[in-house]
């Protein structure tokens, strides 16, 4: 396919850039396409689909692993250019974004007017769009809620080389909103998500993280329901060290609530921690592995123990997200694709939820559906699928059942 895109009649203001082979899943990527506008962006699209050539969508590159493997792919096209922070309104608590733009970067710039972005990706060093379209994980989602609840509105590119917008800088800007749900943790298969209106949060007046000595297994489940109830709580996880489960609890409020928060947690053998420690914790369990599978089993509050104890059949490394109702798990190295799909399986009966594969080898993949998506689910992803997308140009065969 080099040849087709050596020749492809790109428009105005996109660069492409030729590079050693990227493989994605076991499926190589040498060309790279980066549009400077959203409406470049679009026309791209557009050309690529009328070419029948596919294309990837990136950020930062940090969750290229999560999904499918791809039927195929020609190119990725990346949103390096679009890096601009087009609002940052003091008075209002919102912002306007483009996709591009690290999140390193916009916390800060955030931060410096007085408020704070409610977006965690654990420290991975992606970008605003990946982070959106990949609904990332991350411990802070306890206290910040879901991705969907900080987005006002969006502005996608689509594969007809359209530019749609739905939502706005309001709430009462309700025109388009729950379109914009659709395009959340959607994996850029239906269509780039190109900028975003988001809802900032105030900056907290105090903020304190904790951490302890390492639990069994059944103490930490114990400790992981009763610690997420605090009034001032950011975050919980437990990190497993090999000897146990590490807990580490971020405070984050007024100055009344964290105080009496640490004087709680205080006198169930926590410590004071430094921040910067606590995000270096939740980056090394969530750190990607070529030659491992990393699962993400949601769970009941009241069935995380039967959860927990599922996964450790197989002997694997966890990390508990109590205030997401998520466990993820490693599963032994000596762990074999079909044993560690039946395991998450098991695990996620035992917990009343479902699981997700969040990253493995290609081969590890192979035949089977990282999202374990049900017939339901997966029917309603092709009708979706069909509409948005019919020719599959996007990220074809990357989501749930291999659409």
């Known amino acids: 396919m080099g040849e087709d895109l050596a020749s492809l009649g790109l428009p105005d203001g996109v660069a492409r850039r030729a590079h050693a082979e990227e493989p994605v899943d076991g499926v190589p990527v040498a060309t790279t396409l980066a549009p400077e506008t959203p409406e470049a962006l679009a026309a791209t699209l557009r050309v690529l689909d009328e070419a029948g050539l596919a294309a990837l969508p990136r950020g930062a590159g940090t969750q290229l692993g999560l999904g499918n493997p791809p039927r195929r792919a020609d190119a990725f096209v990346s949103l390096e250019k679009l890096d601009d922070v087009e609002v940052l309104d003091r008075a209002e608590g919102v912002c306007?974004?483009?996709?591009?733009?690290?999140?390193?970067?916009?916390?800060?710039?955030?931060?410096?007017?007085?408020?704070?972005?409610?977006?965690?990706?654990?420290?991975?060093?992606?970008?605003?769009?990946?982070?959106?379209?990949?609904?990332?994980?991350?411990?802070?989602?306890?206290?910040?809620?879901?991705?969907?609840?900080?987005?006002?509105?969006?502005?996608?590119?689509?594969?007809?080389?359209?530019?749609?917008?739905?939502?706005?800088?309001?709430?009462?800007?309700?025109?388009?909103?729950?379109?914009?749900?659709?395009?959340?943790?959607?994996?850029?298969?239906?269509?780039?998500?190109?900028?975003?209106?988001?809802?900032?949060r105030p900056r907290p007046e105090a903020r304190e993280v904790l951490t302890g000595s390492p639990l069994a297994d059944r103490q930490a489940c114990e400790r992981a329901v009763a610690w997420s109830r605090g009034a001032a709580l950011r975050s919980v996880f437990f990190r497993d060290t090999g000897s146990g489960l590490e807990p580490w609890v971020e405070l984050a409020g007024d100055t009344v609530s964290v105080s009496g928060e640490l004087e709680r947690l205080g006198g169930e053998g926590l410590v004071r921690a430094e921040p910067a420690d606590r995000d270096a914790a939740a980056a090394r369990r969530f750190a990607a592995s070529e030659d491992s599978a990393r699962y993400a089993v949601s769970c009941l509050p009241a069935r995380l123990g039967a959860c927990v104890a599922a996964l450790r059949e197989s002997g694997a490394a966890l990390m508990l997200l109590p205030g997401s109702n998520l466990v993820i798990a490693r599963p032994d190295a000596g762990c074999d694709a079909d044993e560690g799909f039946a395991v998450a399986a098991r695990a996620a009966e035992a917990g009343g939820g479902r699981f997700l594969?969040?990253?493995?080898?290609?081969?590890?993949?192979?035949?089977?559906?990282?999202?374990?998506?049900?017939?339901?689910?997966v029917a309603l992803s092709r009708s979706l699928k069909a509409q948005f997308d019919p020719k599959g140009t996007l990220n074809p065969g990357r989501f749930a059942g291999g659409v």
Request: charge should be neutral.
């Open 96 to 200: 306007h974004a483009a996709a591009g733009v690290p999140l390193e970067a916009l916390r800060g710039l955030v931060a410096e007017s007085g408020w704070e972005l409610p977006l965690d990706d654990a420290s991975r060093g992606g970008t605003l769009g990946g982070a959106l379209a990949s609904v990332a994980v991350a411990p802070r989602a306890a206290g910040f809620g879901r991705p969907r609840d900080a987005v006002l509105g969006l502005e996608v590119a689509l594969v007809d080389g359209s530019l749609t917008s739905c939502g706005g800088r309001v709430v009462k800007n309700v025109t388009g909103y729950d379109l914009a749900k659709l395009y959340l943790g959607s994996l850029g298969a239906l269509g780039v998500i190109t900028s975003a209106w988001l809802r900032l």
């Open 357 to 377: 594969c969040e990253a493995a080898p290609p081969a590890h993949k192979a035949g089977r559906d990282v999202f374990a998506a049900p017939a339901s689910e």
